[in-house]
């Protein structure tokens, strides 16, 4: 069965400090997605940043960027320069599946950042 | 990526009545999921929904509590039924368009059942 591990319920950074938040990840399936969301306390789901099973490259979107490491299945998540609007829920998520299926996510138990001034 | 609009964006009933949620994609999409977030937990899918079939419900949900519609490829509705206050969650609709990650959620719908 697939399934995603967060292990920090809670991280409590310094605003301008970077920031990882870890994530793990258990398939057999050899393509697969993994994502990273944000979620403020509106309870929207913001999307951040995606890793395919196949990339070379660990993905960057402005201040993220995805630490993939095949190997040891982690996926974590490194934001750079935090800001005090970083504070969120952040879920990191997998794609299974073929194209052509049933491509769900499953989603992780979440870690809760908060920047302090 | 497709914008969907959900309603209502948050909701308090009483309990054993039902309520709709509502989701409107901007787009065609051929698949529709509903997700079910609990206080303080994770997302956790409740059903996937596809134009023309019957929604495929996951372990643990069950067509009579969640019924789903799905009458177009731009619209799909979730019913919460015989509401207890253990349904009290925020719910989310979301679809997949363009790629493999182009996932978009509604802004979903924050209910409490008292």
């Known amino acids: 069965a697939q399934k995603i591990t967060q292990t920090q319920p809670g991280m409590f950074v310094q605003e301008k400090e970077a920031v990882t938040l870890d994530c793990t990840y258990d398939t057999s399936d050899p393509s697969y997605g993994l994502f990273w969301y944000k979620q403020p306390s509106s309870g929207e789901m913001i999307f951040l940043i995606y890793q395919g099973s196949y990339d070379q490259q660990n993905a960057t979107e402005g201040r993220y960027s995805l630490n993939f490491q095949k190997a040891r299945k982690s996926a974590n998540l490194v934001i750079s320069a935090s800001q005090l609007g970083d504070s969120a829920m952040y879920f990191c998520?997998?794609?299974?599946?073929?194209?052509?299926?049933?491509?769900?996510?499953?989603f992780g138990q979440g870690t809760r950042l908060t920047i302090n001034p | 990526s497709a914008v969907i609009s959900q309603k209502p964006s948050r909701d308090i009933c009483q309990r054993g009545t039902s309520l709709t949620i509502q989701c409107q994609v901007d787009?065609?999409?051929?698949?529709m999921f509903w997700y079910r977030q609990q206080p303080g937990q994770s997302l956790t899918l409740i059903a996937t929904?596809?134009?023309?079939?019957?929604?495929?419900?996951e372990s643990g949900f069950v067509i009579d509590k969640f019924p789903i519609s799905r009458p177009n490829l731009t619209f799909s509705t979730l019913t919460v039924s015989n509401m207890s206050p253990e349904d009290s969650s925020i719910y989310l609709c979301s679809t997949l368009q363009g790629g493999v990650y182009g996932y978009t959620f509604g802004s979903g719908t924050r209910l409490t059942v008292v």
């Open positions: 787009s065609q999409v051929t698949m």
């Open positions: 998520a997998m794609r299974v599946g073929q194209i052509q299926g049933a491509q769900k996510l499953v």
């Open positions: 929904a596809n134009q023309g079939s019957e929604a495929t419900y």
